[in-house]
């Protein structure tokens, strides 16, 4: 039995796809989520940035004696090697549960990563597939503004403008014949639906945030850290006024979270 938290961050709304999954397959579990509003995007800075941004998050979370940290930001899991890695508690990024998803679902070895401009140039993904697959084909292809579309609540699935990005994004994938495509970025899993559309009901789609929970789930259980009570509670804190999180954090978790949604200045 352990009552502590698991620890989420992100540089916005996008871990919240982590969050999903995790009320979906950890019910039991309580949950700390921070989202570093003030300061999204973080997908277009540079890694020094991000380095000293992810510090500040994982130190924020850190006061909240968590069992587990999670980053449900595919930027900061592929950019913030140093923060990261200093992470006393366990740690788990999305780069790594994503790509062994991608490996297991791919049938041609072709895979495409959708992500933001940082992981892209990284190399983080490409370098965790190949690790997986020597022989696995790895197209990246950098979509910042679809982080924007998330964070303004334009996730419609009939939204056309939306599906007019995401086309422009994903068609040199489809040129490329890859039949699986991570969702490296966890802002993008909020736009799967229409995503899946544009691409077809062939390729699959891997959700990062899910897979990265999934993992923290077989983490949590080999290690008999689970919390055997029958529901978790899920608190929320984000760096710049909570109206506009709480306003899309109901559509996206399908819950109304605007009374545990909190405003932290963590760089204090
Ligand atoms: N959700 C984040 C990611 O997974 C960050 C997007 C951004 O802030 O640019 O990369």
């Known amino acids: 039995m352990d009552k502590r938290p698991i620890g989420i961050f992100d540089s916005g709304l996008g871990g919240l796809s982590a969050v999903k999954a995790a009320l979906k397959h950890m019910p039991n579990e309580n949950i700390v989520y921070f989202g570093d509003t003030q300061r999204v995007p ?37 950019v913030a090697v140093n923060a990261t890695s200093k992470i006393k508690e366990p740690f788990i ?11 297991t679902a791919t049938r041609n070895g072709r895979i495409g990563v959708m992500a933001t401009a940082a992981s ?7 370098r965790e597939i190949q690790k997986l697959n020597p022989s696995a084909q790895v197209f990246g292809v950098a979509c910042p503004v679809l982080v924007s579309l998330v964070e303004n609540d334009w996730i419609d699935e009939d939204d056309t403008i939306t ?35 544009v691409v077809g009901d062939d390729v699959v789609l891997i959700d990062s945030g899910k897979e990265a929970i999934l993992e923290a789930k077989r983490l949590i259980e080999e290690n008999a850290m689970e919390n055997d009570e029958e529901k978790g509670e899920a608190h929320y804190f984000v760096s710049d006024k909570t109206q506009n999180f709480s306003n899309i954090a109901k559509t996206l978790l399908g819950v109304d979270i605007s009374d545990k949604v909190e405003y932290r200045n963590i760089t204090e």
Request: glycine share 6%; net charge negative; with cysteine.
């Open 163 to 197: 599906k007019e990005i995401i086309k422009r994004y994903v068609s040199s994938l489809l040129d490329d014949g890859v039949d699986t495509i991570i969702l490296g970025c966890t802002h993008f899993p909020h736009l799967s639906s229409i995503i899946q559309s």
């Open 120 to 126: 892209i140039n990284s190399g983080a993904y490409t």
């Open 42 to 78: 973080y997908g277009s800075r540079s890694e020094e940035t991000i380095e000293s941004f992810a510090a500040e998050d994982i130190a924020f979370l850190e006061k909240f004696n968590c069992k587990l940290i999670m980053a449900a930001c595919g930027t900061v899991s592929s």
């Open 93 to 103: 990024g999305v780069v790594k549960p994503s790509c062994k998803a991608a490996v």
